[in-house]
């Protein structure tokens, strides 16, 4: 049976950072490509890092050089580490696993992932 479990959301400060973590079970890592996105309230759903079967990263403009994904096959798991956070930021952060195994991937795009976490709130406390 497939799942994601994210954790690791909370309160934090503008500038601050966190670390979400993404256990997968049923398949593995090492052979999808696996996502973060967030989701606002009231806004769409947007894509902010993506990690390639491979171990290549991929991160929109808004966010490149403050998140870093990477991923512990062994433990089956994604991270996603978070610094700079910005009080705009504060989103339901989702984990997703590609619809396809070896999938070749770029910048995170909603329809080239298929199974979803339930996610993590991730709020500015300020």
């Known amino acids: 049976q497939l799942q994601l479990v994210e954790s690791g959301g909370g309160l934090v400060q503008p500038g601050g950072s966190l670390r979400l973590s993404c256990v997968a079970s049923?398949?593995?890592?090492?052979?999808?490509?696996m996502a973060w996105f967030r989701q606002a309230s009231g806004k769409d759903r947007e894509g902010v890092s993506a990690i390639s079967h491979e171990g290549n990263t991929y991160y929109p403009p808004s966010v490149k050089g403050r998140f870093t994904v990477s991923k512990d096959n062994y433990k089956n798991t994604v991270y996603l580490q978070m610094t700079g956070l910005q009080v705009e930021e504060t989103a339901v952060y989702y984990c997703?696993?590609?619809?396809?195994?070896?999938?070749?991937?770029?910048?995170?795009?909603?329809?080239?992932?298929?199974?979803w976490g339930q996610g993590t709130q991730v709020t500015d406390s300020s």
């Open positions: 049923g398949f593995t890592v090492d052979n999808y490509a």
């Open positions: 997703a696993m590609s619809v396809h195994p070896f999938a070749r991937i770029g910048l995170p795009q909603t329809n080239e992932y298929g199974f």
